[in-house]
Every structure is written in structure tokens, then in C-alpha cells.
Nanobody, 121 residues
Framework: QVQLVESGGGLVQAGDSLRLSCKGS????????VAWFRQAPGKKREFVTG????????FSADSVKDRFTLSRDYDKDIVYLQMNSLKPEDTAVYYC??????????????WGQGTQVTVSS
């Protein structure tokens, strides 16, 4: 397993952008798929988007396609989630997770503590 730390959350207005970071520790981080999940108040945690060990985005939820993009810096062991054109419905706690390619929580064995993103209208 690896240790994951998210950062970059905050309070923004609708239409703004934010970039979240997921910093991984451990030599295996670069060999793992990394995904972002989010959990809005009163809702179940949901898959948002994920990037493979080979740096391709393997899936994005329809609600974020064309607005959210992923990238990873192998030297720094960081995966970035660039979020553009944010909407109030994007408000949630965002979690990064590392594991294998997939969209189910069970496919990811390491999780961060989460970072809050709040989008005001």
C-alpha cells in the first residue's frame, strides 16, 4: 500500500477552476492506477475519473467529462485533477485512491483523507 495525501480543495464560485493534487508516498505509486472519488452531503461516494499507470484516463463520469482532466507527474509522485467550469453540484469531499484500473471502490487499496471542494452559485 501507499500513503496518499490530497490537497488543493477550497471554496470557489460557479465557473471557477481548481486543481487538486494527490501526493503518493512509496516506490510503487507510479505503478498504480489512481482515481478520484467524491462524496456529496447525504450521498454515496461516487467515482469521478481515473488514470492508469501508463498515464491514460481510463474512465470519466459523464457529469465531469470535458470539464475535469487528469495528469500525473512521475518524478514528484503526484496525480493532478484539474477541474474547470465548476458547478454547485460538484460540491463534495474529493478522495484520491490508488489501486488497479476500475471504477469500484473495492479495486483501490489505498485512500487519502479527502479534501473539501465547495462551489457557490
Amino acid at each position: 500500500q501507499v500513503q496518499l495525501v490530497e490537497s488543493g480543495g477550497g471554496l470557489v464560485q460557479a465557473g471557477d477552476s481548481l486543481r487538486l493534487s494527490c501526493k503518493g508516498s512509496g516506490s510503487s505509486f507510479g505503478y498504480l492506477a489512481v482515481a478520484w472519488f467524491r462524496q456529496a452531503p447525504g450521498k454515496k461516494r461516487e467515482f469521478v475519473t481515473g488514470i492508469s499507470r501508463n498515464n491514460y484516463t481510463f474512465f470519466s463520469a459523464d457529469s465531469v467529462k470535458d470539464r475535469f482532466t487528469l495528469s500525473r507527474d512521475y518524478d514528484k509522485d503526484i496525480v493532478y485533477l484539474q477541474m474547470n467550469s465548476l458547478k454547485p453540484e460538484d460540491t463534495a469531499v474529493y478522495y484520491c485512491a490508488a489501486g488497479q484500473v476500475g471504477i469500484r471502490e473495492s479495486e483501490f487499496h489505498s485512500w487519502g483523507q479527502g479534501t473539501q471542494v465547495t462551489v457557490s452559485s
